[in-house]
């Protein structure tokens, strides 16, 4: 039988129903939301939307709202799930409490590699639009071989190691900073994306939109494997479980909110770009809305103004992407599945700031020295069957625990979570068989590690440590 943590253990551990294990609840409905649209919109639109207009055309809409209900249907699980165990584990911790541990881990270990490679590759955007700002503001720029890797012709990537300890710093000080700076990033993306769209449309021509979809339906589907990139990190909401003021009410409130806005400010910046200058001249260049800004008015002013607006939306994905990677690491580190490191918390600053700290470290190497392109797809899988497992998981749960306090429910039960499970399964088989063999490389890997150390060391089954005898279970109370 598999190792299953009870939803009611999951909570009453972290005491995500009181203060969550020495962190404070400072996030309120509206810091949520600002966190969400922090963690979701930034180098997906700003850097990744000449990647799908390259593979679907004027099509990309309808890749981006493909991409969009496959997040969909498991936002209402995220939904569901995370206002029914609000801890800091995330999908992490719903497949503990639905599957079993082992499939816990890989979810986790699956979450290493999302967060880890949309770290590195969010601060390698960066540096491209400080580059495009710098431009813009001085007519210079950096040396390339301080602005790119050895894999793209440089040396090191600066600007990207400087916007990963930078987002450290600010995590370290504590969450009520953090959040504050995220709200604040948030709207000056909101503002410059909507000034793009004015602009965009100022200039829009319904002849830019033929051919719709030069590709047909395979580039559409390759489009929309493209632009699902743009929407990992919305799951980031339900990593502030135990940092909360009120996450049985506001955590499913904040992810269908972020989604419908998200959606929507994309499906507008896509027919905006290609309506204006067409999808031949969008497709593969890079700082490409920054380029329509300047082609439109025919200056460079409003384009590092659009360029000034990246390098906020992607120093807040960097932040937000970040703080939900180390609370993860500090789920997974209480149960024992990986060193204890992790889930210490600063008595002062209420944050894990030994956590935070190496995870900048890691994950700055690959944004320093590495081509990310290779490792894209293999994120997006990962990235899906997590999304996957996380459908499955609230099947389990609801037969395992129906009397499981919920404040939403997933409409439509059992059909939107199997529906969530096929978009997902599609859009990992649009990846390809060289990902398909990579990934399963990596859960091997994983799993070996699992048995190595975590089966061994988990507190679950009494190993080293605080074990979960020490803390009694209780169900949930409404907060």
């Known amino acids: ?151 793209d ?86 990593t502030a479980g135990e940092e909360a003021k009120n996450p049985r009410r506001d955590i499913p409130v904040a992810i269908l909110v972020c989604m419908g806005v998200v959606t929507l400010l994309y499906c507008a910046v896509a027919l905006a770009a290609i309506g204006a200058i067409g999808g031949d001249q969008v497709a593969g260049r890079p700082a490409a809305l920054s380029y329509v800004v300047n082609q439109v008015t025919g200056s460079t002013i409003g384009g590092g103004v659009i360029a000034f607006g990246a390098v906020v939306a992607i120093a807040s994905v960097v932040l937000a992407v970040m703080y939900g990677q180390t609370r993860i690491l500090m789920s997974m580190s209480r149960d024992g599945l990986i060193p204890r490191v992790f889930e210490k918390v600063s008595p002062r600053t209420a944050t894990p700031v030994a956590g935070t700290l190496i995870v900048a470290a890691v994950f700055a190497l690959p944004a320093a020295f590495a081509s990310l392109d290779a490792v894209m797809n293999l994120c997006t899988i990962g990235t899906l069957a997590i999304m996957a497992v996380v459908n499955i998981a609230v099947i389990a749960l609801r037969r395992r625990e129906p009397a499981l306090a919920r404040t939403f429910r997933v409409p439509l039960y059992p059909v939107a979570p199997l529906l969530g499970v096929g978009f997902c399964l599609y859009l990992m088989y649009e990846t390809g068989w060289t990902t398909w063999i990579q990934f399963a490389v990596f859960l091997a890997v994983g799993l070996l590690v699992y048995l190595g150390y975590g089966r061994r060391n988990s507190t679950l089954a009494g190993g080293p440590g605080e074990t979960s005898d020490t803390v009694p279970e209780r169900e949930p109370q409404a907060v």
Request: with cysteine; aromatic share 10%.
């Open 1 to 151: 039988m598999p190792r299953i943590k009870s939803p009611h253990l999951l909570v009453a551990e972290s005491g995500a129903d009181r203060e969550g294990h020495g962190l404070r609840r400072t996030m309120g409905l509206f810091q949520l939301i600002c966190f969400g649209i922090g963690a979701i919109v930034g180098t997906g639109i700003f850097v990744g939307l000449s990647d799908s207009v390259a593979q679907a055309g004027p099509a990309v809409v309808v890749s981006f709202v493909l991409a969009a209900i496959t997040c969909v249907f498991t936002a209402l699980s995220f939904a569901e799930l995370g206002g029914a165990i609000p801890v800091s584990g995330s999908s992490y911790s719903f497949a503990y409490a639905g599957l079993g541990e082992s499939t816990a881990f890989l979810v986790g270990w699956c979450l290493l590699l999302e967060y880890g490679i949309s770290i590195s590759a969010v601060a390698v955007g960066w540096s491209q639009y400080v580059n495009e700002l710098l431009h813009s503001l001085t007519g210079l720029q950096l040396p390339h071989a301080l602005s790119a890797g050895p894999g």
């Open 153 to 238: 012709g440089g040396i090191v990537n600066l600007p990207a190691v400087i916007v990963i300890a930078m987002a450290a710093v600010l995590l370290v000080r504590g969450v009520r900073e953090s959040a504050r700076a995220t709200a604040a990033m948030a709207a000056v993306k909101l503002v410059i994306l909507l000034a793009f769209c004015a602009i965009g449309f100022s200039a829009f021509k319904d002849g830019n939109l033929v051919p719709f979809s030069p590709a047909g339906l395979g580039g559409i589907g390759a489009g929309t494997t493209a632009a699902f990139f743009s929407y990992i990190g919305f799951d980031a909401i339900t």
